[in-house]
């Protein structure tokens, strides 16, 4: 509900201080959402069955992401940005009631053994399979926060119409709303080590693909493989980080990855605009290479040891 007002304040925001203080209060409505919806699913899916139902919690907000740019890009060019942001508001109020309305309003219960010692259940927070998580994903948002801040920019400096750039959104979710369950599944039965490497690497390759001076055609063609590949890793990855979840923890890791995260795309969006001065591509170029060493980093025995360990490593903190 405090999302949907936010939305509605951008229609007659035009003070660049206020627009950034309703981002801000949009981050922090977001952040009180995410978490708690992805701790719930970690908390009802079978032990076997996380990825695969974090895939599909994915491909549901895939969904929203396939639906809205396109549909905001395309009101915006015909009758101004206002109707979009109603559309978009009266989304998230039909959330909230639907919240109010079908969700438990009850807490689980805390072990015996956290409220004896609650310093184990932050300890549990911080085992190495889950440094390991939180530290991809701070990485990996790096160049996604480079597509935040600079995107649409981007692709007018090329170019590209609004519908296009609306389109290039499109082309990026859609291939996450199908392969993001499979891949969670694919993950669940045969592992999150190969997913996850490959798929980083591949995703700082289309990074750098994004940096070169090439046809907004082209780059909606390079969005739509991005968005299959992301959906792999993401998948493969949350995973991993539900794998190495303790029980009992799920709402304080979900809220470590979900913070690690933010402020990985924080400082690419940050660094994103000092770049682009420089150079268009460079902030893409950069992000891509960060992205790539990252997961030829993944190769090393010492690292890929910790995929292996991440159930036993929870089984333990959780015991």
């Given at each position: 509900?405090?999302?949907?007002?936010?939305?509605?304040?951008?229609?007659?925001?035009?003070?660049?201080?206020?627009?950034?203080?309703?981002?801000?209060?949009?981050?922090?409505?977001?952040?009180?959402?995410?978490?708690?919806?992805?701790?719930?699913?970690?908390?009802?899916?079978?032990?076997?069955?996380?990825?695969?139902?974090?895939?599909?919690?994915?491909?549901?907000?895939?969904?929203?992401?396939?639906?809205?740019?396109?549909?905001?890009?395309?009101?915006?060019?015909?009758?101004?940005?206002?109707?979009?942001?109603?559309?978009?508001?009266?989304?998230?109020?039909?959330?909230?009631?639907?919240?109010?309305?079908?969700?438990?309003?009850?807490?689980?219960?805390?072990?015996?053994?956290?409220?004896?010692?609650?310093?184990?259940?932050?300890?549990?927070?911080?085992?190495?399979?889950?440094?390991?998580?939180?530290?991809?994903?701070?990485?990996?948002?790096?160049?996604?926060?480079?597509?935040?801040?600079?995107?649409?920019?981007?692709?007018?400096?090329?170019?590209?119409?609004?519908?296009?750039?609306?389109?290039?959104?499109?082309?990026?979710?859609?291939?996450?709303?199908?392969?993001?369950?499979?891949?969670?599944?694919?993950?669940?039965?045969?592992?999150?080590?190969?997913?996850?490497?490959?798929?980083?690497?591949?995703?700082?390759?289309?990074?750098?693909?994004?940096?070169?001076?090439?046809?907004?055609?082209?780059?909606?063609?390079?969005?739509?493989?991005?968005?299959?590949?992301?959906?792999?890793?993401?998948?493969?990855?949350?995973?991993?980080?539900?794998?190495?979840?303790p029980a009992g923890a799920q709402g304080r890791v979900q809220a470590n990855f979900a913070a690690v995260t933010a402020a990985g795309r924080l400082v690419g969006s940050a660094g994103a605009g000092l770049l682009y001065l420089l150079q268009p591509g460079a902030p893409f170029i950069v992000g891509g290479v960060i992205c790539t060493l990252t997961g030829l980093a993944l190769f090393l025995p010492a690292l890929a040891r910790l995929f292996a360990s991440a159930?036993?490593?929870?089984?333990?903190?959780?015991?």
């Amino acid at each position: 509900a405090g999302h949907a007002l936010v939305v509605i304040g951008y229609i007659n925001v035009h003070a660049p201080i206020l627009f950034l203080a309703l981002r801000a209060a949009e981050g922090v409505t977001a952040a009180a959402v995410i978490p708690p919806a992805r701790a719930m699913i970690n908390r009802l899916a079978p032990a076997s069955r996380q990825g695969e139902a974090l895939g599909l919690l994915s491909a549901a907000q895939e969904a929203g992401v396939l639906l809205g740019p396109a549909a905001g890009a395309f009101l915006a060019s015909q009758v101004g940005y206002a109707p979009s942001f109603i559309i978009g508001a009266s989304g998230l109020l039909l959330g909230a009631i639907a919240a109010f309305c079908c969700l438990p309003g009850d807490r689980p219960a805390a072990t015996a053994h956290n409220r004896q010692r609650p310093g184990l259940a932050a300890i549990g927070t911080f085992t190495r399979p889950l440094v390991l998580a939180y530290s991809l994903t701070g990485l990996i948002a790096l160049p996604h926060g480079v597509m935040m801040a600079l995107w649409s920019i981007y692709m007018l400096d090329r170019g590209a119409s609004l519908p296009l750039i609306g389109l290039t959104y499109t082309a990026a979710a859609l291939p996450g709303l199908f392969v993001a369950p499979l891949a969670g599944r694919w993950s669940d039965r045969y592992g999150r080590y190969w997913p996850i490497a490959l798929s980083t690497v591949a995703v700082g390759g289309i990074y750098i693909v994004y940096g070169l001076p090439l046809a907004p055609i082209v780059l909606l063609v390079t969005c739509a493989v991005e968005g299959l590949i992301t959906a792999v890793g993401r998948s493969a990855l949350d995973g991993l980080l539900a794998d190495a979840t303790p029980a009992g923890a799920q709402g304080r890791v979900q809220a470590n990855f979900a913070a690690v995260t933010a402020a990985g795309r924080l400082v690419g969006s940050a660094g994103a605009g000092l770049l682009y001065l420089l150079q268009p591509g460079a902030p893409f170029i950069v992000g891509g290479v960060i992205c790539t060493l990252t997961g030829l980093a993944l190769f090393l025995p010492a690292l890929a040891r910790l995929f292996a360990s991440a159930p036993v490593e929870a089984h333990t903190s959780a015991g």
